[in-house]
Nanobody, 122 residues
Framework: QVHLVASGGGLAQAGGSLRLSCEASGRTFTSMGWFRQVPGKERESVAADSYEGGTTYYADSVKGRFTISRDNSKNIMYLQMSSLKPEDTAIYYC?????????????????WGPGTQVTVSS
């Protein structure tokens, strides 16, 4: 049975940093990614790795500030978030897929973990 568990969310000040972790169990995945959602808005892609048609994806809003990485030996994915902004406040979700073709949108990921809240104060 597949489980994805995200951790590391919390409260940070603008300009600060947080690191999210997502531990996967049950199988290994070709593609993993981070997504976020705020109330009243659609879930959006933040960062993803190893998808067909590209290598690493970052939303324009986080490029240069966020870094996705993975420790395959532990089946853990990370999202290092730096220079945080209040608009980064959201529930962050990790997701995984056996295979993602094209832009890593949320609909292309089969497995999801519960979210972790990130709040950035100004």
């Amino acid at each position: 049975q597949v489980h994805l568990v995200a951790s590391g969310g919390g409260l940070a000040q603008a300009g600060g940093s947080l690191r999210l972790s997502c531990e996967a169990s049950g199988r290994t995945f070709t593609s993993m990614g981070w997504f976020r959602q705020v109330p009243g808005k659609e879930r959006e892609s933040v960062a993803a790795d190893s998808y067909e048609g590209g290598t690493t994806y970052y939303a324009d809003s986080v490029k240069g500030r966020f870094t996705i990485s993975r420790d395959n030996s532990k089946n853990i994915m990370y999202l290092q978030m730096s220079s945080l902004k209040p608009e980064d406040t959201a529930i962050y979700y990790c997701a995984a897929s056996v295979r993602v073709i094209g832009t890593p949108t949320p609909s292309r990921f089969e497995y999801w973990g519960p979210g972790t809240q990130v709040t950035v104060s100004s």
